[in-house]
């Protein structure tokens, strides 16, 4: 189970994880609006509904891992903070591992969401091109929303607590352009060591600061408040 934020790079982990031929990753399998039938199969029509996910977590997960067990040594999934209604009941699954990822630049977290939501595009597959945006910056706005973040933070961190320490992975967003991180990964999985590859790729420049219209403002704000670590990821 991939425990993470929006626009911390799951979409990229997923893909990632999906290229080891041990293992099936799927998204947002508790959000409502997933499409099941088209993701998953026409096995699960039944499922179609998220209250038949969420009100029996633990009899939907039975049945993916039935319906992967023939190709694959482990399934996941990823589950963000607004999805976390089953976690209580599905922690004491046998087997069941987390892997916590976490993007600590909350400024580059900020700018991909307004950049998603500005051109409509989440995440970039291999090939697709980028459409590009400069943004505005609102240090009001962007107060509220580490402030939101922290909050979301508490809760997952809250949720998480009946989870033994050995079962949960974690793992930073930066981590994802290290090799050494994967092999750790496979091995707290328990598959082959294989090399993993993604269907998809950065949007946004590193230079975080870059990403707005007026970069010098940026730069002033992140000095104010002794945040400059956030100037680059």
């Given at each position: 189970m991939i425990v993470s934020k929006m626009r911390s790079?799951?979409?990229?982990l997923v893909s990632l994880l999906?290229?080891?031929?041990?293992?099936?990753?799927?998204?947002?399998?508790?959000?409502?609006?997933?499409?099941?039938?088209k993701l998953?199969?026409?096995?699960?029509?039944?499922?179609?509904?998220?209250d038949a996910r969420t009100s029996n977590p633990n009899q939907f997960l039975d049945?993916?891992?039935?319906?992967?067990?023939?190709?694959?040594?482990?399934?996941?999934?990823?589950?963000?903070?607004?999805q976390f209604l089953p976690v209580e009941q599905i922690a004491e699954r046998t087997g069941l591992k987390v892997i916590r990822l976490v993007r600590t630049n909350l400024l580059a977290t900020y700018s991909s969401d307004l950049a998603a939501r500005l051109t409509g595009q989440g995440s970039v597959r291999v090939?697709?091109?980028?459409?590009k945006v400069k943004l505005d910056f609102n240090a009001q706005e962007f107060e509220q929303f580490i402030e939101f973040q922290s909050s979301m933070d508490d809760e997952v961190n809250k949720s998480l607590e009946i989870i033994p320490n050995d079962r949960v992975f974690e793992m930073s967003y930066t981590d994802?352009?290290?090799?050494?991180?994967?092999?750790?990964?496979?091995n707290f999985l328990g598959v082959e060591q294989q090399t993993l590859t993604s269907n998809t790729r950065k949007r946004n420049s590193s230079n975080i600061v870059d990403r707005f219209k007026k970069p010098r403002r940026v730069i002033s704000y992140l000095k104010r408040r002794d945040l400059m670590d956030w100037a680059a990821e």
């Open positions: 790079g799951t979409n990229h999906k290229s080891h031929p041990q293992i099936a990753c799927y998204g947002e399998v508790f959000r409502d609006g997933y499409n099941v039938t998953l199969g026409k096995e699960f029509a039944d499922y179609v509904p998220i049945d993916l891992e039935v319906f992967v067990r023939n190709e694959s040594e482990a399934f996941g999934f990823k589950i963000f903070p607004d090939g697709q091109e980028v459409r994802m352009a290290s090799t050494e991180i994967y092999e750790k990964l496979q």
